[in-house]
């Protein structure tokens, strides 16, 4: 008997569609309680009927929006009719973003995180049976905030005013910190962790690799020695084969590249030596069949990919869609089970 070495998969259930599943917009979701609650009932069980015990319902937790973070320092979160949430930059130039984030926060005051509160001993409430911590009131990465909070300006920033772009990443990675200690501590968890801890920092796409090793190397590590002394974990989109190398110099564990077109298994399997795992994205499986997606799965770890995985979005719940779910996951099952 041989075994495929390492390889793993996992399907989980993208932030939409337990509202979508429960006939419920977006922004109810977010902002009504009654209505999350409704969403997790409902959607939860919508998940069982469509795929049995193949895909795992998620766990009970506030609507995820990881722009809690940024909203403490001053960004005004935008919820339009049953549409994701969004922010607008806050800053019009480096300097004063300094002074802002700079300043000594207490997290507690933010309105939007008062709701989150609000919702979460709710949810407490309504499903005693489970373990219900505070999450889903969350934070980007240090680029990703830095770009978020100042828009793509910032980019600008890094060229014309690269001391001042330094100092500002910083404080925002030192105020992530912090964030995510003030967090911890509602779970009555200890602020620092021996456990792998994951970081997500999509817009280090927009930094050319030549600059990575001045502009994000620093406060990846800044932001994963703060908070743990284990395994470092990475969710990065869109990036270049050039900005692999840095990976490992950060120390990095485990990488998800997520949707990054200029990427395959094979290119990060010749660049780098840490497990990885490649992503179908919803859009792909719409236009595939069931054999293409099993065929997707096997030539995906023949390329390299140590895991496969899945998120189940609103789209792949129509149609005969789930059918070309269920081929991933029986896929996947085969690839890592032995085989003669």
């Known amino acids: 008997m041989r075994q495929t070495p390492g390889f793993g998969w996992f399907v989980g259930v993208a932030d939409e569609t337990l509202p979508f599943l429960s006939d419920i917009d977006l922004d109810e979701y977010y902002l009504n309680p009654d209505s999350c609650v409704r969403a997790i009932r409902l959607g939860r069980a919508r998940i069982r009927d469509l795929f049995g015990d193949d895909v795992r319902p998620p766990g009970v937790a506030c609507p995820p929006l990881s ?61 005693p049976e489970e373990n219900v911590k505070f999450m889903g009131f969350g934070h980007e990465g240090p680029i990703t ?12 920033d890094l060229y014309r005013h690269p001391d001042d772009a330094k100092k500002f990443l910083e404080l925002v990675t030192d105020s ?54 284990g395994a470092r974990t990475l ?7 050039g900005h692999l190398k840095y990976l490992e110099q950060v120390g990095i564990s485990y990488y998800d590249p997520s949707v990054s077109p200029r990427l395959s298994p094979g290119i990060i399997k010749d660049r780098t030596t840490i497990p990885f795992t490649w992503r179908l994205p919803s859009f792909e499986l719409l236009r595939m069949s069931v054999d293409e997606v ?47």
């Not at 480096?94 to 709710?122: C, M, P, W």
């Open 145 to 156: 905030s830095a770009v978020l909070l100042r828009g793509k300006d910032f980019c600008v």
């Open 235 to 241: 969710h990065c989109e869109n990036l270049d084969p």
């Open 294 to 340: 099993r065929d997707w799965v096997r030539s995906s770890a023949e390329e390299g990919a140590t895991h496969v995985h899945f998120y189940v979005e609103w789209t792949t719940c129509t149609g005969n869609n789930p059918s070309k779910v269920s081929a991933f996951i029986s896929a996947a099952r085969e690839r890592a089970s032995p085989v003669a």
């Open 176 to 229: 992530i910190v912090d964030f995510v200690h003030f967090t911890r501590r509602i779970n009555s968890e200890p602020e620092d962790t021996s456990q792998s801890f994951g970081l997500a920092d999509d817009f280090s796409s927009l930094i050319h690799p030549e600059m990575w090793r001045e502009f994000v190397v620093p406060y990846w590590d800044r932001y994963y020695s703060k908070l743990t002394s």
């Open 67 to 127: 722009y809690g973070h940024i909203a403490c320092l001053g960004s005004k979160v935008l919820f339009p009719h049953n549409s994701e949430p969004s922010v607008r930059p806050v800053f019009d130039n480096i300097e004063d973003a300094i002074a802002s984030v700079g300043q000594k926060r207490t997290f507690e005051e933010n309105e939007l995180f008062k709701h989150y509160r609000r919702v979460y001993k709710r949810l407490k409430e309504e499903f």
